[in-house]
């Protein structure tokens, strides 16, 4: 089984320019995330899907960053104009919930972003 | 927000050596998870431990949530347990994001 997968693995780009990064789940995965871990800091949240419906966006730094999940399947995260402080790993996580119990997140390679 | 801290912040053994890493959290948590960030900066799941012990190969978990902690147990270690462990919790408030701890960088010498 494949697991959760992103692309690209690395962008460079200036200052002002546009990002999008894109997350595949494991099939089934019912739950999408995305976190990042910007330089020196922890890993943190951004948001969470279940199918195509945003559950939680409260991490989300601010109104230049945009995911979607048209469909419930891939996810986008585009960055709208980038600034240096994106600089970072971008992860994607996936999970599935059981009838009695949540779902262990799986993460995917991250996608590292350098901003100019 | 909920609290999560490891320590030893950073660990030098030599091979064949055990430790024993520590996570402690600030509030009650629903889930649990100890991650191996590998040199290539992936995450590899280690433990779903929400409470409990599990053991998988030379590996071991306990977390003990009354008391808001967790622990992690590496015997006989290898150069290739080298990288960076991290302890992600999931609070008790519904909400499913994972809040990390800043992790434990692991150096095994031959």
């Known amino acids: 089984e494949a697991g959760v997968t992103q692309f690209p693995s690395h962008s460079v780009i200036e200052k002002g320019q546009t990002v999008t990064l894109r997350c595949d789940p494991i099939s089934g995965h019912d739950n999408l995330y995305w976190y990042r871990r910007v330089m020196g800091k922890e890993i943190k949240f951004l948001l969470h899907f279940v199918k195509e419906s945003k559950q939680d966006e409260s991490g989300m730094p601010n109104n230049r960053f945009l995911a979607e999940r048209t469909g419930g399947t891939y996810s986008t995260l585009k960055v709208q104009p980038a600034e240096l402080e994106d600089s970072g790993v971008y992860f994607c996580a996936s999970s599935q919930d059981f009838q009695t119990t949540r779902g262990e997140q799986f993460f995917g390679p991250g996608t590292r972003l350098t901003v100019l | 927000g909920i609290q999560v801290e490891q320590s030893p912040p950073d660990l030098i053994l030599q091979e064949g050596a055990n430790s024993t890493l520590r996570c402690n959290f600030s509030?009650?948590?629903?889930?649990l998870q100890w991650f191996h960030q590998n040199p290539w900066g992936q995450l590899i799941n280690l433990f779903y431990i929400p409470s409990g012990t599990k053991q998988n190969g030379r590996l071991s978990a306990t977390t003990v949530a009354t008391e808001r902690y967790s622990l992690l147990y590496i015997s006989s270690s290898q150069t290739t347990d080298s990288g960076v462990y991290f302890c992600a919790v999931e609070r008790d408030t519904g909400r499913r994001a994972l809040t990390f701890g800043s992790g434990t960088r692991l150096q095994v010498q031959p």
């Open positions: 509030d009650s948590v629903n889930n």
